[in-house]
């Protein structure tokens, strides 16, 4: 079988064709009514896989619906893509790379690419180095220039080498030892210098997470960081003992100084986005310690094993994937909310919006063609109940309809009160409150007046989409395992949008921009010989004028 992705328009299969015709017929229909009309509804529309249960139920979907969904999956090439991707084909082929994060969350792979390489080999070598890394800090043999243990650690980078550790940081805080582990990714100096305030320069580890070694904002801040260290300590300071790389970027590293016993690397078949599991998870390991940061590798592995072995209608990542592809393809719901009740997760929509965004905010199919139908949405959210006195009245009445992630764990790190309950409650009324709405009758018939001029406000359309999944604690395996759901969420839609998940080409127009803007804010030379519009260079002058003090705002 190819080692290529297949090239399927996928508006041009049988199966999409006969979706959009599900669409209209259930566009009429209440998710209600198929519940009353299906009494196993809720059980044949739920599945379990590696410590998760998802129930998707609360859809506008039905059987027919679902079993055209697979047929599109089939017709879309799964097979192939899936082969591909498991052989190390060079799926990701406007880098030329083969995508092969899985691999380290499995070091006994035993895959050789076509130079002779084993990345499972070389992600177990590295594993190795982190771990003796990881417990010479944590128990105080590594120290640094004057002697001292460490008690913070600095995570300097951006993007994937920011989001997977911060958010997993975060998730996993019931699990952190004694280390305070931050994170700096802002090239605003407000966000190296307000985290650095209050440090001590003898006892902070610095890491410099960046795959290329290249990236603005991550190279300011290192920079910042390190003449910090030094002026601080004078003579004292030995960037060796506090500065350590996470990288594919040797030259770069040792070109900044840092020694190469000190980088911890990883390869190009790691994309940023999906590089927590590699040495960009050092902070993570470093906060957990790593025999946590293992069962957060083995986690993963568990959902790549359920995702590789498990038929797609049980499959946990295929199904999320699928019913997403119903509701922006068919259902024509252009936005996702992620709500994680679990103060926890806080970070994860953020960490997630990378992922799905980058992934599969794509608009040029795999022919180099335009597509023609929608691809990735919009994805937002926020930990429940916060989000719940923000943004939910629209969820309930707004003229949008958003489908909903509930993600909960139905044990606590945190006992005590009636918090989790409450929290509990809060999720499972939510989905349901979404799906049922209120109708005049009802608001009718708990009304305490005759008449109630408020009536018509209080009434709530409902018919609204929601997913909901559920893990018993959030341990480091079950994260591992929710963050490889989604991955493989992302990855399956983008083989049926037939795009190319693994690139962000995307993201590089406006770095080139920064640049040529850049010198205008210092010269003020005429842009339009630069590619700089009018717009934007009367922009630059204003702020050339108000920062020298030339001109004041209006009215002040
Ligand atoms: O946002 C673009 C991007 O290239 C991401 O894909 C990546 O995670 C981030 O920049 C940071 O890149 P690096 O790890 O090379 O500094």
Redesign the pocket.
């Known amino acids: 079988m190819s080692l290529s992705l297949p090239r399927i328009n996928p508006t041009e299969t049988s199966a999409w064709k006969q979706l959009i015709h599900h669409a209209q017929t259930l566009g009429d229909q209440r998710i209600q009514d198929l519940f009353k009309a299906d009494p196993g509804r809720a059980e044949r529309m739920s599945a379990e896989g590696a410590g998760w249960f998802l129930d998707y139920s609360k859809n506008l979907l039905d059987q027919h619906a679902f079993d055209d969904l697979l047929k599109l999956l089939d017709e879309c090439g799964w097979e192939q893509a899936l082969n591909a991707t498991r052989k190390g084909g060079l799926i990701n082929e406007t880098e030329n790379r083969a995508v092969l994060h899985t691999v380290l969350r499995d070091p006994g792979n035993t895959l050789q690419l076509v130079d002779g390489s084993q990345p499972g080999v070389q992600v177990s070598e590295v594993l190795n180095r982190m771990e003796n890394f990881v417990e010479a800090v944590r128990n105080g043999q590594r120290r640094g220039c004057t002697g001292q243990a460490f008690t913070d650690v600095i995570n300097l980078?951006?993007?994937?080498?920011d989001l997977g550790p911060l958010m997993a940081c975060e998730a996993l805080a019931p699990y952190a030892g004694s280390l305070r582990v931050h994170f700096v990714s802002n090239v605003d100096g407000a966000h190296w210098q307000r985290t650095l305030l209050g440090l001590n320069p003898e006892t902070t580890l610095f890491l410099v997470?960046?795959?290329?070694?290249?990236?603005q904002e991550?190279m300011a801040n290192a920079h910042s960081a390190r003449n910090w260290f030094r002026q601080s300590l004078g003579e004292r300071a030995e960037v060796r003992n506090h500065f350590v790389a996470l990288s594919t970027n040797l030259e770069k590293v040792v070109e900044f100084g840092i020694d190469p016993e000190n980088m911890f690397p990883f390869w190009d078949w790691v994309?940023?986005?999906y590089s927590l599991w590699s040495a960009i998870g050092m902070s993570l390991a470093l906060s957990i310690g790593f025999p946590r940061f293992r069962e957060f590798l083995e986690g993963g592995r568990q959902m790549d094993q359920h995702f590789w072995e498990t038929p797609p209608a049980r499959n946990l990542p295929v199904l999320l994937a699928l019913v997403g592809l119903w509701n922006r393809n068919f259902l024509g719901m252009e936005t996702l909310a992620v709500l994680p009740y679990d103060q926890c997760l806080s970070r994860f929509p953020a960490y997630l919006q990378?992922a799905d965004m980058?992934s599969n905010g794509k608009s040029v199919d795999r022919n180099g063609k335009p597509l023609n139908y929608q691809s990735g949405p919009v994805l937002w959210g926020e930990p429940g109940t916060n989000g719940q006195h923000a943004f939910y009245q629209l969820l309930h009445q707004g003229t949008v309809r958003v489908p909903c992630d509930f993600i909960l764990a139905a044990n606590t790190h945190y006992p005590g009160g009636p918090h989790h309950r409450f929290l509990s409650a809060n999720a499972f009324a939510q989905a349901q409150a979404l799906m049922q709405g209120r109708t005049l009758e009802e608001v009718r018939a708990v009304s305490s007046t005759p008449t109630n001029p408020a009536e018509a406000y209080q009434v709530f359309e409902g018919n609204r989409p929601s997913n909901f999944l559920l893990c018993q604690r959030l341990t480091p395996a079950a994260l591992g395992a929710l963050v490889a759901l989604y991955e493989h969420k992302i990855w399956v839609q983008g083989v049926v949008w037939n795009v190319f998940s693994y690139d962000?080409w995307g993201?590089e127009l406006g770095k080139i921009l920064a640049g040529k803007v850049l010198p205008l804010l210092d010269e003020g030379t005429e842009g339009a010989g630069l590619g700089v519009d009018t717009s934007t260079q009367a922009l630059v002058e204003r702020w050339r004028r108000w920062q020298d003090g030339q001109e004041r705002p209006k009215g002040t």
């Open positions: 980078g951006i993007g994937g080498s997470a960046s795959k290329t070694f290249t990236t991550t994309g940023g986005r990378q980058e962000q993201v």
